[in-house]
């Protein structure tokens, strides 16, 4: 996904607009490159912003997204830049660089 770099970007701000967040989680959660099954944005779901839905929400991609928006609107200022630093770890760890090769390479 080539926008994960976009988004890192953008979430390097100290403050960032909630609603540049609400985006960027909400393409991550319908992006079937990085969730390929709706169980597979479960655990994404409780390190980001901490929480659970049931299983009939889990069913529907866009239910988990309504129900996200409405979580993160109404986090206090205080929760709300801790999921923003938690976003920030998750698609900087998801970035790959295929370009970088190992130097040791042509030795092996």
Partial sequence: MNELIIYKNELKNSNPAR???????????????????????VDFLKYII????????????TL???RTVRVIDELSEN??????RKLYKYIDSRITQPNKKNTFDGWL
């Fill in 50 to 61: 901490e929480t659970e839905f049931k299983e009939y929400v889990i069913a529907s991609r």
């Fill in 79 to 84: 929760e709300y830049l801790n999921c923003k």
């Fill in 19 to 41: 609603y540049k967040v609400i985006g960027i989680i909400s393409r991550l959660i319908l992006s079937t490159e990085l969730f390929r099954k709706n169980e597979d944005i």
């Fill in 64 to 66: 988990i997204v309504a």
